[in-house]
């Protein structure tokens, strides 16, 4: 495939597990930008899609701040062309009851995980507008639908994500994007988890490679029957 047939995929939010695990399985179909904060890791992920024959793109940007999104968006279209997937990973988990939460927390991790995915959204959305063609991707958590007390930050901000993928799918479905939030109901086996829980069996935890599937899936499901909410979740998880 010529590089400029290379459909485009962005995947924000790009770290040691999902993000990383998204970005190898899109790209082996699409030239995928990744975005973070840590370059090494991005460089790092990037250099072994390119040994996979697959073509990957670093660009190190802070997802809390719009001046950096909108350089961001600026590289990809210059180096890829107009993105046709976006998948929004990018998240901070901060835990604290009401009384132990900063103002400056709550306020950095609702740009995080929702100030983020509104600019990169409206960023790419008039380009899939014009092709009446594009999905969009919002990765949820617990916190999005049962927060703990412990999620006084995270929990609204999480609600926040997915009321914004509701009124997406609903303004831009009926244009032809497909707006998805998935639920990732459960902690994914990568290594901040494992230190934080080294007692939990891998089987409790979710497996990255195969939460990306579900996102391939719903990502190229045809229009008579697209998902606008999934859940993902180990077996042995209660709900």
Not at 44 to 61: C, L
Not at 67 to 86: N, P
Not at 146 to 152: G, K, L
Not at 211 to 222: F, K, L, N
Request: charge should be neutral; charged fraction near 20%.
């Amino acid at each position: 495939m010529a590089e400029s047939e290379w459909p485009v995929a962005v995947v924000v939010g790009v770290g040691a597990g999902l993000g990383a695990a998204l970005s190898h399985r899109f790209a082996k179909g699409y030239a995928v930008a990744l975005v973070a904060r840590g370059k090494d890791k991005l460089e790092q992920i990037a250099s072994e899609i390119a040994r996979e024959g697959g073509r990957a793109v670093a660009i190190s940007a802070d997802t809390s701040r719009a001046d950096e999104i909108t350089g961001a968006c600026e590289r990809v279209r210059a180096e890829l062309g107009e993105v046709d997937v976006l998948l929004y990973n990018a998240a901070m988990r901060p835990f604290g009851r009401l009384l132990e939460t900063k103002p400056s927390t709550f306020e950095n991790t609702w740009r995080v995980n929702a100030f983020g995915a509104f600019l990169w959204s409206q960023a790419v959305a008039p380009a899939m507008l014009v092709k009446r063609k594009g999905a969009i991707l919002f990765t949820g958590a617990t916190a999005g639908t049962r927060p703990f007390a412990t999620s006084a930050a995270f929990g609204p901000a999480k609600f926040a994500l997915r009321g914004l993928a509701q009124v997406m799918a609903r303004d831009l479905g009926p244009q032809g994007i497909h707006v998805a939030y998935v639920n990732i109901d459960g902690a994914i086996d990568m290594p901040m988890i494992r230190k934080m829980r080294p007692d939990m069996p891998t089987e409790d935890m979710l497996q990255p490679t195969e939460i990306a599937e579900t996102y391939w899936h719903v990502a190229h499901q045809p229009p008579s029957a697209w998902t606008q909410e999934i859940d993902v979740r180990p077996f042995k998880e209660k709900f």
